[in-house]
Nanobody, 118 residues
């Protein structure tokens, strides 16, 4: 069965950095599009960054230039490097795999909380 486990969240001050990790079991990230999503309180979950099997990346406009998605195929792990964090980046962050319909199709993990506050 597919399991996604996110980690690396925490509380940082504005301008700080965090590196999130997502370890997958039961599915191979490198043959799919991997995505990082986030959900802030009272808001819908949104796709923040994606990484395709050929290495193409896409980012939400508000995180371009600050966030970087990458992967380690040997570890079957996807990362999200987040720099210059802003209070509006506060959310629970999740990873998933994106199917041909453009939607996530693996069971959601527990996510990892990112809080940006002074």
């Amino acid at each position: 069965q597919v399991q996604l486990v996110e980690s690396g969240g925490g509380m940082v001050q504005p301008g700080g950095s965090l590196r999130l990790s997502c370890k997958a079991s039961g599915i191979i990230f490198s043959i799919y599009i991997a995505g990082w999503y986030r959900q802030a309180p009272g808001k819908q979950r949104e796709l923040v960054a994606s990484l395709s099997s050929n290495g193409n990346t896409n980012y939400l406009d508000s995180v371009k230039g600050r966030f970087t998605i990458s992967s380690d195929t040997a570890k079957n792990t996807v990362y999200l490097e987040m720099n210059s964090l802003k209070p509006e980046d506060t959310a629970v962050y999740y990873c998933n795999v994106i199917g041909g319909s453009g939607t996530a199709f693996a069971p959601w993990g527990q996510g990892t909380q990112v809080t940006v506050s002074s």
